[in-house]
């Protein structure tokens, strides 16, 4: 930490790490006992033609990744509720959601069983998956499944089968391994075909590009969500900012690095993840997101916390990828 240091932080950095490792000790000790009941269709080990520069989640993990985003969530400053909030504002019937992990929001969401509900036997919802981890696509495929009347598909090698009918309503979840910065083949692929694109808890798992800044990561990924999108759709999510990133004069977050006591804990637990290679965050700040999005072509309004606010250390996000002027077509 730089000069803004806390006087207590220190002692508040020994305390957080110390908790946290015998929290997720005690979590990992009690899925050891009590094992979730779900079952991985198949072979579950994390299989992608990429090198790996992101931090693996094992089905052990995932298991325990609900509860520990509890914990996470109240050391970050932001609330499982509100982040559950703006997942399911931008929900829509063509759904992109890059980064599922175990696909915590659209399991515990409320607008997506309203949205089956209201959808017909020919015109599913559509749920497309994108993630680097084959464990993670079979952990969301298997958790809706026990949830939601499901048709699946994928580029998997196998999958699980769905517990729908197509005579029915039924949420149509299709999973790719993909990674997120693909965005050539998120044209070739995906094109247009999206009304929404979801990003929670993504952008800081991802490192930046070799020799470039935060900018040039983050733009990558926009690129993706802006090949998926239809014109009037919105991409959003949140992520976890680096509070010793430079911060740019009159924007937002121009009071970061949070001084006060209560976020302490949090720049404590940013800077371990950071150190054991979860998080991979170093300098992203508001302002390299909002850089990236404008060159885009995306649209937001930053002033007063429509499409963008920080919560916390979280930022949260939604651009819009503006509708073809008439003209133009
Ligand atoms: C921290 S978890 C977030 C999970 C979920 N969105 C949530 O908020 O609970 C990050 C997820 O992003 C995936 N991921 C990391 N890097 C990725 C990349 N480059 N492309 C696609 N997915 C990636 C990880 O495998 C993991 O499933």
Sequence with gaps: MSGTQHPLYPLIKLCTVTATKLYYGLLLTYLKLAPPKLTLPINSSSTTTKA?????????????????????????GVS??????????????????????????????????????????????????????????????????????????????????????PSNPSLALQTHLFDARQHARARSEFGGKMQSVNMHFLLHCIPPTEGGGPEDKFEAVLKTAWEMLKPGGSVYGTTILDPLAPSAPGRLN???????????????????????????????SLNALLCAAQPVGFEFEERGGRDVYLRGVVCFFRFRKPEERKDEA
Excluded at 52 to 60: L, P, R, S
């Design 52 to 76: 790996k520069d992101y931090h693996e989640y094992g089905f052990a993990t995932l298991s325990a990744y609900d509860l520990a985003l509890d914990w996470n969530c109240f050391l970050y």
């Design 254 to 284: 121009s009071s970061f690095p949070p001084t006060s006591l209560r976020l302490q804990p949090a720049l404590a637990l940013i800077s371990w993840l950071q150190s054991v290679g979860v998080l991979c965050n170093q300098g992203d």
């Design 80 to 165: 499982k509720k509100e982040m559950q909030e703006w997942f399911d504002q931008g929900l829509t019937e063509e759904h992109a959601d890059i980064g599922p992990g175990s696909g915590y929001y659209p399991v515990h969401s409320k607008r997506l069983p309203a949205l089956i509900a209201s959808s017909t036997p020919s015109k599913p919802i559509a749920y497309h998956a994108f993630d680097t981890q084959e464990t993670s696509l079979l952990y969301l495929t298997s958790r809706l499944s026990s949830r939601f009347p499901l048709t699946t598909s994928s580029s998997l090698p196998s999958t699980a089968s769905g517990n729908g009918t």
